[in-house]
């Protein structure tokens, strides 16, 4: 049976993550399991225009820190329904990589992750991390699929153009 005594949920701060923290405070609740959330910033982000190259290790710690204050937001709502919750920033090249490794790391029993639902061109241009993290990770992965990431693009845009005809 699985029991899991540390439950990892990466967070990317979308609405997707979000719930899926959710999901992993729920299930970390259930079996007393501590929930580590974690953020990878990426090396090199794309800069700003108002930014100059050579201020860019200054605006990866200012990336950095804003990461940790709103992980410790969340930390915080975790902490207020009782589950002991902690958290990690790092800087990666490959966010799915640097998730399966903070896993390995901390001896991950579960890993809870969001996926954004990408299909078609999207998905083969930008990839899935949550794909990546469930074919390399060596610890069970829940990956949890929002209502609104669970709408096909097709349907999406069909309901879109609907709202548009109704005005």
């Known amino acids: 049976m699985l029991e899991p005594k540390l439950i990892l949920a990466p967070i990317d701060f979308s609405d997707s993550s979000k719930e899926a923290l959710d999901v992993a405070a729920n299930i970390a609740s259930r079996y007393g399991a501590e929930l580590l ?14 930014v100059s190259i050579f201020e860019e290790g200054n605006y990866e710690r200012e990336l950095i820190k804003d990461a940790e204050t709103r992980l410790d937001a969340l930390v915080a709502k ?14 990666a090249n490959d966010p799915a990589m640097d998730i399966v490794r903070i ?3 901390e001896n991950v029993g579960l ?9 078609g061109w999207r998905r083969l241009a930008f990839g899935s991390v949550a794909d990546k993290v469930v074919r390399t990770a060596h610890c069970p992965v829940l990956v949890f699929r929002s209502e609104a990431a669970a709408v096909p693009a097709a349907e ?3 309901q879109s153009a609907a709202a ?4």
């Open 111 to 119: 890993l809870v992750i969001a996926t954004h639902g990408m299909t």
């Open 103 to 105: 896993a390995e790391q």
């Open 156 to 158: 999406g845009h069909k």
């Open 78 to 91: 975790v902490g207020e329904t009782g589950v002991k919750a902690r958290s990690t920033v790092s800087l």
């Open 164 to 167: 548009i005809s109704a005005q």
């Open 37 to 50: 959330l974690f953020h990878a910033v990426p090396v090199m982000p794309r800069l700003p225009q108002n």
